[in-house]
């Protein structure tokens, strides 16, 4: 099994290739700066790195990148820095969901190729009644205004949700929802709920990276678990007692 990850030189994307590797998966990704990887990866005969920048590759450069794919896996998050946040492109993750999902039919496979976005638990399921305070809502409301990553991380998960949708012929897809991310060296113990049990906003839980990255890597290798969480969002807390 292939799986294509975008956002492999990041925190968690990182963590997602390792585990990917570490369970005998063959991985390529997607990099702008191949030098920022591990040099071990470099000479990993299971990994196959692509030096562009994923929205700069034409349609039908994307569309051979997904070819041999049986999962694409999506870790890409807004630099923390001015530019990062307000600087172009705004729409960072949505149009590499897009683009990927896009290149998927055009292959037209024979079966459906498993998607997986890394999201944000502050970005509410629109498929379920996940009620928010009025506080909450407002606060929300501001992020949304002045922080265009956040704005960004709802339509990547919008359109997965609406314009996938859930009987689409070739592409499933789960959206993972972390809440505040923290750096760990070792898999913890988690939990994973279809929905948010606290406020991502007054009362937010934590979720280490590697976790985030292990609980990724078993949707794409583990069937039962894919089939328990396509097409829907599921939220990944640490476990209280490693809060």
Same mark, same amino acid.
Request: aromatic share 6%; hydrophobic share 35%; glycine share 6%.
């Given at each position: 099994?292939?799986?294509?990850?975008?956002?492999?030189?990041?925190?968690?994307?990182?963590?997602?290739?390792?585990?990917?590797?570490?369970?005998?998966?063959?991985?390529?990704?997607?990099?702008?700066?191949?030098?920022?990887?591990?040099?071990?990866?470099?000479?990993?005969?299971?990994?196959?790195?692509?030096?562009?920048?994923?929205?700069?590759?034409?349609?039908?450069?994307?569309?051979?990148?997904?070819?041999?794919?049986?999962?694409? &896996?999506?870790? +890409?998050?807004?630099? @923390?820095?001015?530019?990062?946040? !307000?600087?172009?492109?705004?729409?960072?993750?949505? *149009? #590499?969901?897009?683009?990927?999902?896009?290149?998927?039919?055009?292959?037209?496979?024979?079966?459906?190729?498993?998607?997986?976005?890394?999201?944000?638990?502050?970005?509410?399921?629109?498929?379920?009644?996940?009620?928010?305070?009025?506080?909450?809502?407002?606060?929300?409301?501001?992020?949304?205004?002045?922080?265009?990553?956040?704005?960004?991380?709802?339509?990547? &998960?919008?359109? +997965?949700?609406?314009? @996938?949708?859930?009987?689409?012929? !070739?592409?499933?897809?789960?959206?993972?929802?972390? *809440? #505040?991310?923290?750096?760990?060296?070792?898999?913890?113990?988690?939990?994973?709920?279809?929905?948010?049990?606290?406020?991502?906003?007054?009362?937010?839980?934590?979720?280490?990276?590697?976790?985030?990255?292990?609980?990724?890597?078993?949707?794409?290798?583990?069937?039962?678990?894919?089939?328990?969480?396509?097409?829907?969002?599921?939220?990944?807390?640490?476990?209280?007692?490693?809060?």
């Amino acid at each position: 099994m292939t799986t294509l990850v975008v956002g492999a030189s990041g925190a968690t994307g990182r963590q997602l290739v390792k585990q990917l590797l570490d369970s005998g998966q063959n991985v390529k990704v997607i990099v702008r700066s191949p030098e920022n990887l591990p040099e071990s990866w470099k000479s990993d005969d299971r990994l196959c790195i692509v030096h562009a920048s994923v929205l700069e590759l034409t349609d039908a450069e994307m569309a051979e990148c997904v070819r041999d794919c049986q999962a694409v &896996a999506s870790c +890409l998050g807004h630099t @923390i820095s001015w530019k990062g946040i !307000y600087g172009q492109p705004r729409r960072l993750v949505t *149009d #590499t969901v897009r683009r990927f999902c896009n290149a998927i039919r055009a292959n037209t496979p024979e079966q459906p190729i498993k998607c997986v976005l890394m999201n944000t638990t502050g970005n509410r399921n629109r498929d379920l009644n996940e009620r928010i305070s009025f506080g909450e809502k407002c606060v929300l409301g501001l992020i949304r205004l002045l922080l265009p990553p956040h704005a960004d991380n709802e339509k990547a &998960a919008d359109y +997965l949700r609406v314009q @996938i949708g859930q009987n689409n012929q !070739y592409i499933e897809w789960v959206a993972v929802r972390p *809440d #505040t991310l923290v750096d760990e060296e070792k898999v913890s113990k988690y939990e994973v709920h279809p929905s948010p049990i606290r406020s991502a906003i007054f009362n937010a839980g934590r979720t280490s990276r590697i976790n985030v990255g292990h609980f990724m890597a078993h949707l794409i290798t583990d069937d039962t678990g894919w089939n328990s969480w396509k097409g829907k969002m599921p939220v990944i807390y640490n476990s209280p007692s490693m809060n």
